[in-house]
């Protein structure tokens, strides 16, 4: 048992950002919104902080941590940049792509991070309120989503609140995330650059930018994104996915300007079939719907390109067997 902490909580700003940071340089966990969904911080470079994150979570140690950076520039003390590298976080950085990248002799981020391997995932995210905050830390900082470890990402100070109050220094609200889905992440450790999660960046223009296609990971790799687990981002009420009709004592997440008669309760991720609106507004509607009284969610299907590969992504492992 984690003996209970008073979560502080405070609306972005100056003050938020000033005790962020001064929390986190006390080895603090502290929960802040990116663009993506909000983020589960510590010190990258203090091993205790680090330890808090996974115990705060629930995480198994073997799922690695992404870094967070204010600038490339910063990112670059501590990983090798290729020109691959390089291209990516000119297109694509301040934003939603995190790139697994070999760690610098002597780099000072904590092994936690690396989960035992000899890379470092990073990123740097566009909110001004999230860049604010890692430059007054002046150091890294690991954030995975603040969720307890296989629930769905929080992507509201609400959610965080319901997943990790009790458990967390400090929660800072700065509204909801505007993408709603986590970050693409793209390894650059071999010849192939391998796409490890589908995200928040389609996979389709980091393939336009590097001039070459993204391969997935050979299956018989585990090693090569070790948080892709099978079940993950659950609800509490099962899933079915790709429904072409609905029971009435089910829940219906529907897509596009026809949803399917018959439902006890729909919510519709974008009544235009705008993948993007919908990505913005996955995770909120899965916790919404997981509450009211049915029997199981529906799904509708939805399309499998841009940011629909991350969306079928997160509900294949909504609806993964536990
Ligand atoms: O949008 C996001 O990426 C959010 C926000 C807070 O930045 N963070 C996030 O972190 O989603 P998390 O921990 O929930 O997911 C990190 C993913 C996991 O799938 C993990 O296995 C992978 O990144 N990862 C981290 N470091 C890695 C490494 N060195 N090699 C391979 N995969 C890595
Ligand atoms: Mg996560």
Known sequence: MINEIATEF???????????????????????????????????????????????KGRPRF??????????????EYVHFDARAERLAERFWPGALTLVLPRRDGCSVSLLCSAGLD????????????????????????????????????????????EL???????????????????????????????????????????????????????EAPLASPGMLASHYAPERPLRLSAQSVETDEALLSFGPQPLPGAALEINLSESGDLQEAAARLFASLRALDRANV??????????HGLGQAINDRLRRAAAPR
């Open 10 to 56: 405070l609306p972005a700003g100056q003050a938020a950002i000033a005790r962020a940071a001064e929390l986190l340089r006390q080895g603090a966990l502290v929960a802040f919104p990116t663009e993506t969904v909000y983020g589960l911080g510590a010190d990258a470079t203090d091993d205790k902080a680090v330890a808090r994150i996974f115990e705060a």
């Open 63 to 76: 799922n690695p941590l992404i870094c967070h950076y204010p600038d490339a520039a910063s990112a670059k």
């Open 119 to 162: 890379s470092l995932a990073v990123r740097v995210p566009a909110p001004p309120l999230a860049c604010a905050i890692l430059e007054a830390v002046g150091r890294p900082v690991a954030a995975p989503s603040a969720n307890r470890s296989g629930r769905v990402s929080p992507t509201s100070a609400a959610h965080v609140a319901e």
């Open 165 to 219: 109050k009790g458990r967390i220094e400090l929660i800072v609200d700065g509204g909801p995330c505007p993408v709603g889905v986590e970050s693409t992440v793209v390894s650059l450790l071999g010849d192939t650059p391998l796409l490890l999660r589908p995200g928040g960046i389609a996979a389709e223009a980091i393939a336009e930018a590097l001039g070459e296609p993204l391969r997935l990971p050979e299956a």
């Open 295 to 304: 029997r199981a969610i529906a799904v509708m299907p939805i399309p499998d």
